[in-house]
């Protein structure tokens, strides 16, 4: 079993950027496909990034694609989100997850909040 922290969020002008870290106990994060998810306001918690447990193959979706970049240190047990470009509608909070594959994530992180102000 994992155990997952996320740090990292906080208050940032549209624009700007942030990098979202979850550092993962209890067993490696090479172990896993490990995903980031947002949950806006009033929304649904919906799918951001995912690095196999390879870590060569990530995936993105459409609405971060270009703007955002998942990666991890095994060393550290770590992975990242960095996040450029933000706008207002990044707003949310970011939960890492970590599962066998995708789209199964079995254990959650208690997540960081981002707001992107105008």
């Known amino acids: 079993q994992v155990q997952l922290v996320e740090s990292g969020g906080g208050l940032v002008q549209a624009g700007g950027s942030l990098r979202l870290s979850c550092a993962a106990s209890?067993?490696?994060?090479?172990?896993?496909?490990m995903g980031w998810f947002r949950q806006a306001p009033g929304k649904e918690r919906l799918f951001v990034a995912r690095?196999?447990?390879?870590?060569?193959?990530?995936y993105y979706a459409d609405s971060v694609k270009g703007r955002f970049t998942i990666s991890r240190d095994t060393a550290k047990n770590t992975v990242y989100l960095q996040m450029y470009s933000l706008n207002p509608e990044d707003t949310a909070d970011y939960y890492c997850?970590?599962?066998?594959?995708?789209?199964?994530?079995?254990?959650w992180g208690q997540g960081t909040h981002v707001t992107v102000s105008s």
């Open positions: 209890g067993r490696t994060v090479s172990d896993y496909t």
């Open positions: 690095i196999s447990g390879s870590g060569g193959v990530t």
């Open positions: 997850a970590a599962g066998l594959r995708h789209p199964f994530y079995d254990f």
